[in-house]
């Protein structure tokens, strides 16, 4: 069986020329042949086109419209599982004005040791990116629906103890707590704050902002991002009757858990391995609080 590829066109801009817009868009691809289908998933800010097609993504109809519409903004991101790709672009006034691809993991789509978790709400509670980097220690990126931070656990036994930074490129903050099972309690650990701050290694700041950057490009989207990059997530929180916070899961993702966990239930996305389970545990006991 031939994969499909999923594509997402997102088209904001002029409210007031959207419906006029979604006419043409909709005439242009009767027009098109191509082999698939699609469902619209409209808003009153942006207008969404979730395609599942064969051997193409209908562009010509979005770069003629956008043409025609030069006031509006096309966001275009795409998965072809068949050739290990995925991208994103962005048409105005029929140009392409922004154009990216890059590998994906063909055998399950997501990269290890990501861990997201939101309220039933679909506020995030935990989302984090970690990895070993020697055989006592991890490090990686946590972030929920209002911080963020880079971060480092060594474990010596049972005794752990997490280092974060707090807006720069340092360690600012310090927990120090036990695994054992007659030291676990509903209370967070207590943080120490470091005086003075410790410098981060300088190659280790760098793997974790790449780190931080993949998470982010993959699962997260910000209130004060642009409004292109926003206006469709905005839309769909909206109707599934979420609050928008500074931070939060990306619409496509989140209806993937929601459909999963059920309406109305928290959702949960991981593929942290079981032997570091304990390292998202310890973040939720002390970062988040």
Known sequence: ?????????????????????????????????????????????????????????????????????????????????????????????????????????????????????????????????????????????????????????????????????EGAAEWAMRWKLSLAGESQSAESPAMETLVPPQPIDKKLYAELEQLAESLVADWIWFREGSVEASAIHIDRFARYGYTVRDANVRAARLHVMRNEAGDGQPMVHTTVEPDCAWVVDVLRRCWVG
């Open 1 to 165: 069986m031939e994969l499909l590829i999923h594509a997402t066109l997102n088209v904001s801009g002029d409210r007031e020329q959207l419906a006029a817009c979604d006419a043409r868009i909709r005439s242009l691809l009767d027009a098109e042949v191509f082999d698939g289908e699609f469902e619209e998933h409209h808003g009153d800010e942006a207008l969404s086109y979730d395609f599942k097609v064969r051997g193409g993504i209908p562009f010509p109809a979005f770069v003629a419209a956008s043409e025609e519409y030069p006031g509006m903004t096309i966001a275009a991101e795409w998965v072809n599982v068949a050739v290990g790709r995925k991208g994103r672009a962005l048409i105005v006034a029929g140009r392409i004005t922004e154009h990216t691809e890059e590998d994906v993991a063909l055998s399950a789509g997501d990269a290890r040791n990501r861990h997201v978790q939101t309220a039933a709400d679909g506020t995030l509670l935990l989302a984090c990116a970690l990895v070993q980097t020697d055989h006592d220690t991890w490090a990686g990126y946590v972030l929920n629906h209002e911080r963020d931070a880079l971060f480092c656990m060594t474990r010596s036994g049972e005794d752990v103890e997490l280092l974060a930074t």
